[in-house]
């Protein structure tokens, strides 16, 4: 039985295909060794963002007084880790549930087993031959070992902190972009003494320079320890060192960068620095056999890996377009959170383009005073001839939500004019948006 | 309240103009009637009126800037109104000028309905009509889709938009598009290379030029030209001329030909009415027009424009002078408004003034035909055998083939020549 299309992982790349698939009437098997969902529902995205706001929660109980709540001691106040893991497992759970259902809903088989391709056309798992008309390879990644020398008895990924009971007071995390920065964070929060080791000359490096310098200034005042770009890191079981400086540690979680995981196969799928090669299409060099998300090495975060999903899609249904890897948001979700998309000030000074940018802090917004919340701003990125936004940038409570207005001025190709003229509600913190708008051209009005 | 004046769409298509002069500035009085901005638009240059009294509380855009119908121009602070009567002011669209009732002459135009004659019309698709003319409806502007880069980006490049194909979701026009098609775009003939400035004049367009060029190359690109010449002896006119003049200038007139030969042309036209006509390929008919508008192109200082004299066949030869008298002084103080140029059904261009003789014309399209005239000059003639010396007019005459024959040109042509030289015969049958 010949199948249309084959999708190996059902990760946030692998699903989003599937369903579409089934939406447009492919004949569509999707194959996972582990859990629908992939990294991202279960041990990623969803489960370390639960983690997050039950810390952000907690963290934020000691501001509650000020806010006219009375009566809390705060020598009572604990985090306990088990509930909240057991709260972002119940999410999990349910999420898995909703995935496997829109599958079921659209058509999709799901097949369990460790999928292997045999030839252009077929897929094997375990032992059972499937033909297919298409491949789109959803593997995803996994992350690059640590390049320091410590014992790898010490060292856990972020799945297995799930699987501690205890979480270890002396943490050390080691990687340079956001995920590595949320569990430090996450840590600190929660009162642990932590290290945050960053094998690079700085934290995100994708993100805008001047956003990720004020950063590095909230994660160090929020008592991290942060090492940049350590030369030699020696490990003993309970120590690390870096030139004169030592560094308890009771647990080091490898945060670093991704490298990609890939099938089986017996077909030469051309790489390119251990990635799957592709083209504006998403195709391999086999036009038939797709790779999409983390596996192809464009792009790390789930909603690019799904964006993929449905391109990839579209082009096997022969809607042929070109796929826009640069235009993703990157998001952050730290307290406060940040987030970016488009072009940042040194991308577009590179790119010789002539720009304004505009700023609006939050402390002149009345929805974050109320909140509290008024550590952020917005930087936005235009060029000066039409005034079309490039590229913003956000430090806010909101600013994962809030860059979702970013990503349509820009898939619009919009204008600071539009922006400007643009009715955002008062108050809220949208409004910081109208106000970088006008500061593009002419004055911001609470300014 | 504040009421926010917006650049009215003045009619005839026109989307754009460039502020040419602000008479007011802010903080200032303004009555309504006054005149608030001089715009130049691509078929006139006019005074924008105030619809209201107050003071002026802000003031958009600087001389040189082109702006959009419907861009803000001014907001106006007036007193003392507030609640629902502002509201009602507020909601208030700007009258298009063309559908404001002139006092003094009124006609059936695009877009309005002749209900009572003269000075009597309402504006199209008010409610209560029990039907409005189709050609109201023919001109519906459509908008494409488009990012508002890839529009500025279009303007600034001069590319009409509307021929863009875009590549975005839904057709979307992206800027890429706009890119893609002007690096595709055929340069004809004209230095899209880097120009070397001491070698080469650069002149920006003009509205008046952009809008020539645009209408030209339609024209040439649309109607299958044919043009035919004659020559006809005027002498009797030149006497008729000669004998009238004095009693026309006592009141205060000028008579030239033009106004004889106009009302050949619209004799003529009611004759044969295919030349009074513009073909409608969409709808796979020939509109027949029983008006008689007919377009007189004038050479002025910033480019040819074709201002009209309506129903000719209605008006006698004194109307028809006052009137090319008062469009000419119009034409050249840059004051004719949309009005002059609508709706007309035929062109003469009269380089003969200037001193030419023949001419191959382009069609003022959509119409039919367009009559060139010539120089009168003195030429040998042969009269009964014997060679005089007669006045002889030449007239060159080119119609859009699609909906003209030859033999219906010729048959046109020389009945209209024929009244040039006969003028009697001319006033006697109009």
Not at chain 2, 402 to 418: H, S
Request: charged residues 25%; negative net charge; hydrophobic residues 40%.
């Amino acid at each position: 039985m010949e199948y249309d299309l084959i999708i190996i992982g059902s990760g946030p790349a692998g699903y989003v295909a599937g369903i579409r698939a089934g939406q447009v009437g492919l004949k569509t098997v999707i194959i996972e060794k582990e859990t629908v969902g992939g990294i991202c529902l279960n041990w990623g995205c969803i489960p370390s963002k639960a983690i997050l706001e039950s810390a952000k929660k907690y963290a934020s109980v000691a501001e509650l007084s000020s806010f006219g709540v009375d009566g809390i001691d705060q020598a009572q106040i604990s985090f306990n880790w088990q509930k909240a893991r057991q709260r972002s497992n119940s999410i999990i759970r349910r999420l898995t549930k909703g995935v496997e259902f829109l599958l079921k809903k659209n058509g999709v088989e799901t097949v369990k087993g460790t999928a292997s391709i045999t030839g252009v056309n077929a897929v094997t798992v375990d032992g059972l031959l499937y033909e297919t008309r298409n491949i789109l390879i959803a593997t995803g990644s996994l992350p690059i070992t640590i390049p320091y020398d410590i014992s790898d008895k010490n060292i856990i990924t972020i799945k297995e902190l799930f699987q501690l009971n205890q979480l270890p007071e002396y943490p050390v995390i080691i990687g340079e972009n956001a995920h590595a920065i949320e569990l430090a964070q996450f840590f600190a929060m929660v009162g642990k003494s932590t290290t945050l080791i960053v094998p690079n000359k700085r934290i995100l490096p994708d993100l805008d320079k001047y956003v990720a310098n004020d950063l590095m200034k909230i994660l160090k005042k929020s008592g991290i320890k942060i090492i940049i770009n350590p030369k030699v890191v020696n490990g003993s079981d309970d120590h690390l060192v870096t030139g004169d400086e030592k560094y308890r540690f009771d647990v080091v979680i490898n945060a670093m960068n991704r490298s990609a995981v890939l099938p089986d196969r017996d077909i030469n799928l051309e790489l390119d620095d251990g990635f799957i090669n592709v083209n504006s299409r998403l195709q391999s060099n086999f036009t038939n056999i797709y790779a999409i998300g983390d596996v192809n090495g464009q792009c790390g975060f789930a909603h690019s890996a799904s964006a993929q999903g449905l391109h990839a899609v579209n082009v096997i249904s022969g809607i042929d377009e070109e796929y826009n890897f640069k235009r993703f948001p990157i998001n952050i979700y730290t307290k406060p959170e940040i987030a970016q998309i488009g072009l940042t000030e040194a991308e577009a000074r590179q790119a010789d383009i002539d720009i304004n940018i505009s700023e609006f802090t939050l402390t002149a917004n009345g929805k974050a005073l109320i909140e509290g919340a008024t550590e952020g701003y917005i930087r936005l990125i235009s060029e000066k001839q039409y005034g079309e936004v490039l590229g913003v940038q956000i430090m806010s409570s909101d600013a994962t939500d809030l860059i979702a207005e970013a990503g349509v001025l820009l898939q619009l190709e919009s204008t600071v004019f539009d922006l400007s003229k643009t009715i955002h509600a008062h108050p809220t913190v949208s409004e910081i948006f109208m106000e970088s708008g006008f500061a593009a051209f002419d004055q911001p009005i609470h300014k | 309240m504040r009421f926010v004046f917006r650049f009215p769409d003045i009619g005839e298509g026109i989307t754009e103009g460039k502020i040419i002069e602000w008479y007011v500035k802010k903080g200032q009085q303004i009555g309504s009637g006054d005149p608030v901005v001089k715009m130049e638009t691509d078929k006139v240059v006019t005074d924008i009126p105030s619809p209201r009294d107050g003071v002026v509380s802000a003031v958009y855009g600087s001389e040189g800037d082109v702006i959009n119908v419907d861009d803000s121009l001014i907001e106006i602070e007036i007193e003392g109104v507030e609640g629902v009567e502002a509201q009602e002011i507020a909601q208030e669209k700007p009258v298009p000028a063309s559908e404001k009732p002139v006092a003094e002459k009124g006609f059936g135009v695009v877009g309005t309905i002749e209900v009572a004659g003269d000075g009597a019309f309402l504006p199209a698709g008010t409610e209560g009509l029990d039907s409005v003319p189709e050609t109201a409806s023919l001109e519906k502007p459509v908008k494409i889709l488009a990012t508002p880069v890839a529009r500025a980006m279009a303007k600034d490049l001069g590319i009409d938009i509307d021929q863009v194909k875009g590549s975005g979701p839904a057709g979307r026009v992206m800027k890429s598009d706009i890119k893609s098609f002007h690096t595709a775009r055929p340069s004809v003939g004209h230095i899209s290379e880097p120009v070397d400035d001491h070698q080469v004049n650069i002149i920006p367009l003009t509205q008046i030029r952009k809008t020539i060029a645009r209408k030209m190359a339609v024209s040439k690109q649309t109607a299958a030209h044919m043009t035919i010449m004659e020559e006809v002896e005027v002498s009797e006119l030149i006497k008729l001329r000669r004998e009238q003049k004095d009693g026309f200038e006592d009141l205060g007139l000028k008579l030239t030909y033009l106004p004889f030969i106009l009302k050949a042309v619209a004799v003529g036209l009611k004759s044969y009415p295919m030349l009074n006509s513009e073909l409608d390929l969409e709808r796979d008919r020939i509109l027949q027009k029983k008006y008689y508008h007919i377009g007189i192109a004038v050479d002025t200082e910033d480019g040819l424009v074709v201002p009209v004299i309506r129903n000719v066949d209605r008006k006698s030869i004194a109307d028809l002078a006052t009137e090319l008298g008062e469009i000419s002084a119009k034409a050249r103080e840059r004051k004719l408004t949309m009005d002059d140029f609508k709706d007309g059904t035929f062109t003469i261009t009269n380089y003969g003034s200037i001193g030419g003789t023949f001419g191959v014309p382009v069609i003022n399209y959509p119409q039919a035909a367009i009559l060139g005239v010539g120089r009168i000059m003195e030429k040998p003639v042969v009269n009964s055998g014997n060679i005089e010396i007669g006045n002889l007019m030449p007239l060159s005459m080119s119609v859009d083939h699609r909906i003209v024959d030859g033999g219906e040109a010729t048959r046109f042509l020389l009945e209209v020549a024929g009244y040039i030289a006969n003028p009697v015969s001319l006033l006697l049958k109009n």
